[in-house]
């Protein structure tokens, strides 16, 4: 019971800080792209790939972010990355992300933030072995 009212906290610290980006040190090229696909295959549960245009709000510099768009580009999403001094045009759908660790858990999260407004939250478990599964469901406030 512990535990789980433990994740829900960690699930309820939703898209709140204005930092987005990877914090993950310590987590293999493997789990970074493993979450990424995962979060690629949630969008296209909610949003029509190839109808859909993502505006990235941060720099993708990380291996995760990286993995993002090129698997949300594989699934047939267009993807405007980030620019500082970008011109304002037509607008697609803003998108941003989080990948942060509870501290002394093994518990990975990634946070989507879409619109500016809607969260999609998942939290993630390294196996003994140094397999990453989710831990959980998505979440998703809207």
């Known amino acids: 019971m512990r535990k789980l009212l433990l994740l829900a906290l ?5 898209a709140c800080a204005a930092r987005y980006g ?21 969008l296209v549960t ?3 790939p190839a109808l859909t245009r993502f505006d990235l709000q941060h720099a993708t510099s990380d291996y995760f972010g990286t ?6 580009r594989n699934k047939g999403y267009a ?10 045009g037509r607008a697609g ?11 002394d858990t093994g518990l990975y999260r990634v946070t989507v933030l879409i619109d500016r407004q809607q969260a999609l ?6 196996a003994k072995d140094g397999v990453l599964y989710p831990a959980g469901y998505w979440v998703r406030k809207e």
């Open 10 to 14: 960690f699930i309820s610290l939703v």
């Open 22 to 42: 990877n914090f993950m040190r310590n987590t293999t090229q493997a789990n970074d792209k493993k979450m990424a696909d995962d979060v690629a295959k949630k």
């Open 46 to 48: 909610l949003y029509p």
């Open 67 to 72: 993995c993002l768009v090129a698997s949300m």
């Open 79 to 88: 993807v405007l990355e980030y620019k500082a001094k970008r011109k304002q």
């Open 93 to 103: 759908v803003a998108l941003s992300y989080t990948v942060d660790q509870l501290k």
């Open 121 to 126: 939250n998942r939290v993630y478990k390294v």
